[in-house]
C-alpha cells in the first residue's frame, strides 16, 4: 500500500514539472586572458528560436538564462555577443523616473567612453562577431578575446 | 458458528485495513481532481481577460471609425477627452459604453480637478485581469493599475549606465546608454525590414513609430504620438499586435505614477501618463524582472543591490528599462494579445523571437500570422 501510494505521488511530481526545454550553460570570459568582469552576454540563435543572456560576475563567469534567471538555453547554434557594461557608478538618487531618464541622458556619453574602452566594436555586434556556441556545450565555455 | 460471527462481523465493521484503502482512494481522487479545478479556474480568469483586451481593442476600433486614426498613446497638449494627457485606455473606455466615468472626467476639465475631485484614479474591472491579484486592495494607490498597455513594437530602449541591454538588437539599432534619440542602425539589419525606432518609443514621428501605439510627452512638454490610420499598417491589422497585457508589479511607470501623498501615489493612474502605451516585442513574452518596490527606490543606475537588483542579474534589474517594458502575464506559458483587426489570441512563450518581432512591427513588409 505504502508503495502505491508513494509511487502515486512520485508520478504526481514528475508529471507536474514543468518542460522548458532548457539546457544548463556556464562559462567564462576572458579579455586578453584576464578575467573580464561586468560583461554582458547574449546568444541569438541563428535559425529560431530564443535568446539568451547573462553578464559576467567579479570573476569573470556567467550562466545562461532563457525563460527564469540560470535556467540555461535551448539547444541549437548561436551567436554570440559580448559587451562591457562600464564602470557602474552609483548615479544620483532621482525622484522620479522621468528625471532619472533625463539624468542617464546627462551621462550618457561618459558611460559610452566607459564601455568602449574595452570590448572590441567587433564582439559587439551581431553581424561583426566571429563567435559562435552551439547547445548543449561540453563542460564550462571559455571565450577568450583579444583586445586587438 | 464461528462462521456466524465472521459474517456478523463483516457486516457491522471496515477492518482498518479496508478503511485506509478507501481514505487511500479518496486522497487519489481528490488529488486529480484539485489541481483540474484549480485550472477550470483560471481557465475562467484567463477568459474574462480576454474579453476584457477584445472590448479594450473595440473600443480603440469606434475611435478609429469617429476620427479615422487610432487612439495616441497620450498627447500632453489640448484638452480632454484626447489630449491633457490622457491615456489610450482612457479614449477606448469613452467607446465601449463605459461613459459614466469618461463623462465625469471629462466634465471636470482637466485631470488634476479629476484626481483632486476623487474621481481618478479608479478601479475599473476592464483595466485589470482577473488573473492579476497584485495590488487589489481599497487604497487610492491600488487603483491606479491596469494590465492592458499598448504595443510600441519592437522598439530600441536606451538603459541606464552600467546596465546590459540584452534585446536591442532585435530594434535593428545600437542603443546608446541614456540617449533619447535614433540609435545607429545596424547593417545588417537583425531583422531586415524595418529600421531602428526611437528610443523608449517616445516620438511625434510616425516613422520612427513601429508598433501601434507611440509615447507621448511628459507633462510640460506638448508632444503627443503620432496618429495611425489604417492605412499605415501596411502589414495589415491580422498581422500586427495592437495591445496586449503586463503586470503592473513590474512596471516602474505604473508604480510611481503620480505625487507621493502620505506614502501613497496619487495620480490618474492608467487614465493619463505615458506608461500606458509601453509594451514592446524586443523582450520575451514573460521576461520576469524584481519586482518593484511600492514605494519608490532610488531611481539610479543598476548596481547590484538588494533595493533595486535583488536577483544579482542586471538584466533583471528594475532601473534597467530596457527590460522592464515587454509583455507579462500570470497566465501559464504566455500572454494574451489583442490584434490591429480586434481579434485576441494567446501567444506562447516560447514563439519564435523574430515572428514575435514581425507581428509587433506594422510596417515590415513580412506578413506573419500567430504559430499555432
Known amino acids: 500500500m ?81 559587451t562591457s557594461l562600464g564602470n557602474v557608478e552609483a548615479t544620483p538618487t532621482n525622484v522620479s523616473a522621468d528625471q532619472a531618464m533625463a539624468a542617464a541622458s546627462a551621462a550618457a556619453a561618459k558611460a559610452k567612453a566607459n564601455a568602449g574602452s574595452q570590448v572590441p566594436v567587433a564582439y559587439t555586434r551581431l553581424d561583426k562577431t566571429p ?7 561540453i563542460g564550462e565555455i571559455v571565450f577568450d578575446i583579444k583586445s586587438k | ?40 479556474r483560471e481557465a475562467a480568469r484567463r477568459m474574462q481577460c480576454t474579453n476584457n483586451l477584445k472590448q479594450l481593442a473595440l473600443g480603440c476600433h469606434n475611435f478609429e471609425s469617429a476620427r479615422k486614426y487610432f487612439p495616441r498613446g497620450n498627447n500632453p497638449g489640448g484638452s480632454l477627452p484626447e489630449g491633457n494627457n490622457a491615456s489610450w485606455l482612457f479614449i477606448a473606455l469613452g467607446y465601449i459604453e ?15 480637478n479629476a484626481v483632486n475631485r476623487g474621481l481618478l484614479p479608479m478601479r475599473h474591472p476592464m483595466v485589470r485581469c482577473p488573473s492579476d491579484g497584485y495590488a487589489t486592495g481599497s487604497s487610492r494607490s491600488d487603483m491606479k493599475f491596469c494590465n492592458y498597455i499598448g504595443s510600441t513594437g519592437p522598439t530600441c530602449n536606451n538603459p541606464p549606465a552600467g546596465c546590459p541591454a540584452p534585446f536591442q538588437i532585435h530594434c535593428n539599432g545600437q ?38 501605439f507611440a509615447r507621448g510627452g511628459t507633462v510640460g512638454t506638448l508632444t503627443g504620438g503620432p496618429s495611425i490610420k489604417i492605412s ?37 493612474g492608467w487614465a493619463g501618463g505615458n506608461n500606458i502605451a509601453q509594451g ?38 528594475i532601473m534597467n528599462w530596457h527590460v522592464t517594458w515587454g ?22 512563450q516560447s514563439i519564435d523571437h523574430r515572428s514575435y518581432q514581425y507581428l509587433g512591427c506594422r510596417h515590415d513588409g513580412q506578413v506573419t500570422s500567430i504559430p499555432n
Not at chain 2, 491589422?237 to 506614502?263: D, K, M, R
Not at chain 2, 509583455?327 to 506562447?348: C, E, P, Q, R, Y
Request: with cysteine.
Open chain 2, 175 to 212: 542603443t546608446v546608454p541614456g540617449a533619447n534619440s535614433v540609435p545607429p542602425e545596424l547593417n545588417p539589419p537583425t531583422h531586415p525590414g524595418y529600421t531602428a525606432s526611437h528610443s523608449w518609443g517616445s516620438t511625434p514621428v510616425l516613422g520612427n513609430t513601429r508598433g501601434m
Open chain 2, 327 to 348: 509583455f507579462k502575464s500570470n497566465h501559464t506559458g504566455g500572454a494574451n494579445f489583442a490584434l490591429a483587426d480586434g481579434s485576441v489570441h494567446f501567444i506562447s
Open chain 2, 98 to 112: 463605459q461613459g459614466a466615468l469618461y463623462n465625469q472626467v471629462v466634465a471636470a476639465g482637466n485631470l488634476t
Open chain 1, 2 to 82: 505504502k508503495k502505491i501510494l508513494l509511487f502515486l505521488v512520485l508520478l504526481a511530481i514528475v508529471g507536474c514539472k514543468e518542460k522548458s526545454g532548457t539546457v544548463p550553460v556556464q562559462g567564462i570570459v576572458k579579455l586578453d586572458g584576464q578575467p573580464l568582469k561586468d560583461a554582458a552576454v547574449q546568444f541569438v540563435p541563428q535559425g529560431t528560436g530564443r535568446d539568451a543572456t547573462a553578464t559576467t560576475d567579479a570573476n569573470g563567469k556567467f550562466v545562461m538564462s532563457t525563460f527564469e534567471p540560470r535556467d540555461g538555453a535551448m539547444p541549437g547554434s548561436y551567436k554570440v555577443v559580448i
Open chain 1, 131 to 137: 563567435l559562435k556556441q552551439d547547445v548543449p556545450a
Open chain 2, 280 to 317: 514592446q516585442t524586443i523582450q520575451p513574452i514573460n521576461w520576469k524582472i524584481d519586482k518593484m518596490s511600492p514605494i519608490a527606490a532610488a531611481f539610479a543606475s543598476c548596481g547590484c543591490n538588494a533595493q533595486t537588483n535583488p536577483s544579482g542579474d542586471r538584466a533583471r534589474c
Open chain 2, 1 to 40: 458458528m464461528l462462521q456466524e460471527r465472521l459474517h456478523f462481523r463483516s457486516r457491522v465493521a471496515f477492518t482498518l485495513v479496508e478503511l485506509l484503502v478507501v481514505i487511500a482512494i479518496i486522497g487519489v481522487l481528490v488529488g486529480l481532481l484539485l489541481p483540474a479545478v484549480q485550472s477550470a
Open chain 2, 232 to 268: 499605415d499598417v501596411i502589414d495589415g491589422l491580422s498581422n500586427t499586435i495592437l495591445l496586449g497585457e503586463t503586470l503592473s508589479e513590474f512596471c516602474e511607470f505604473q508604480i510611481y505614477n503620480g505625487t507621493v501623498v502620505n506614502n501613497e501615489w496619487i495620480g490618474p
